[in-house]
């Protein structure tokens, strides 16, 4: 069955950085597009980064363009995100999901039951100010 197991995550002042990991398993990885995905405290899930199955394309939601960093790894299953000048507002538990749909456009991943029905347990950033 499909395995998402995150990690990485971590507590960190403003302006620092994490990257975080997400293995996978029970699915052929490098025909799926991957996203990280975020819930914060009372809000819901929301979409963050996307990466194309073959790492030619990316996608970012406006408040993290140019702070973080989507890539993957098809030899090991794996993708990550790398955070950079971390804000409080950054704060969530950060998951990883596929497009349940091969080959897919990684922007596609904003639109809801998009993604794989398994979910993770996530990775908690918290970033303190």
């Known amino acids: 069955q499909v395995q998402l197991v995150e990690s990485g995550g971590g507590l960190v002042q403003a302006g620092g950085s994490l990257r975080l990991s997400c293995a996978t398993s029970?699915?052929?990885?490098?025909?799926?597009?991957m996203g990280w995905f975020r819930q914060a405290p009372g809000k819901e899930r929301e979409f963050v980064a996307g990466?194309?199955?073959?790492?030619?394309?990316?996608y970012y939601v406006d408040s993290v363009k140019g702070r973080f960093t989507i890539s993957r790894d098809n030899a090991k299953n794996t993708v990550y995100l790398q955070m950079n000048s971390l804000k409080p507002e950054d704060t969530a538990v950060y998951y990883c999901?596929?497009?349940?749909?091969?080959?897919?456009?990684?922007?596609?991943?904003?639109?809801?039951?998009?993604?794989?029905?398994?979910w993770g347990q996530g990775t908690q950033v918290t970033v303190s100010s």
């Open positions: 029970g699915f052929t990885f490098s025909r799926y597009t």
């Open positions: 990466i194309s199955w073959n790492a030619i394309t990316a």
């Open positions: 999901n596929a497009d349940r749909n091969p080959y897919g456009l990684p922007q596609g991943l904003m639109r809801r039951g998009i993604t794989l029905d398994s």
